[in-house]
């Protein structure tokens, strides 16, 4: 889950970056131009900022050149223009990625995880999740059981992962299909249920921890 701090002078802007970035799990907060922003970022706790260039009060580039007075936040710029030189000036001023409007939300969902992933690698070294004898290499893709190594499809490594990225929290099962198989995919909760009760059978005794939300989705308790 990242902190986002959205700085647009367009509520519709706002309001779509805010709804898919909730979808994902992540908190939001917004300012409506460069004098908020670099306000917000001082107030708040923020991991990643996602900043237009054109804005009223404080544009852009000379919020970005506040926030890098007293922060190293990672940022991305958004443009309406795709000139050179604002790509350029971008990354001058210290930013991290460019997107030019108009842009898809899941792609920049993507890109903020591509840059929130370069600036912190180690958030993702060597995360090994243990409870009683299942063991969970996020890292390495590897799944021991009571010392035994499984050997799972590679949908169940990736519900299982994703499950146990987002452990104790209770996920939607529009939200599982979503996070596992993609915004694009067009199935029905069957195919859902289906993998949740294969990756029952592959952990054996360990499926307990996969717990159903009766009306919601799952849980995994780990």
């Not at 990354?91 to 840059?115: Q, T």
């Not at 499926?207 to 995994?220: E, P």
């Amino acid at each position: 889950m990242y902190k986002i701090l959205v700085v647009d002078d367009e509520s519709n802007i706002r309001d779509i970056i805010k709804k898919y970035a909730n979808f994902e799990g992540h908190v939001v907060y917004e300012a409506s131009n460069g004098i908020e922003g670099v306000d917000a970022c001082r107030k708040y706790p923020v991991d990643i900022v996602v900043m237009d260039i054109m804005m009223p009060y404080l544009d852009g580039f000379s919020a970005v050149r506040e926030i890098r007075s007293f922060s190293n936040v990672p940022i991305i710029m958004l443009s309406a223009r795709s000139e050179e030189y604002d790509k350029i000036n971008s990354f001058v001023f210290g930013v991290d990625d460019y997107v030019v409007k108009p842009f898809s939300p899941k792609e920049l969902m993507l890109r903020i995880n591509a840059v929130m992933s370069r600036v912190s690698p180690k958030k993702n070294e060597s995360e090994v999740l243990r409870r009683e004898g299942l063991e969970i290499d996020l890292t390495a893709r590897k799944v021991i059981s009571d010392g035994r190594e499984l050997n799972l499809s590679p949908k169940e490594y990736d519900l299982l992962f994703y499950l146990a990225q987002n452990r104790n929290v209770a996920l939607s099962r529009e939200k599982l299909i979503t996070g596992v198989w993609g915004y694009d995919y067009y199935g029905d909760d069957r195919t859902l249920d289906t993998h949740i009760k294969l990756l029952r059978k592959s952990l054996g005794e360990y499926g307990k921890f996969i717990v159903t939300l009766r009306g919601v989705g799952y849980r995994f308790d780990f």
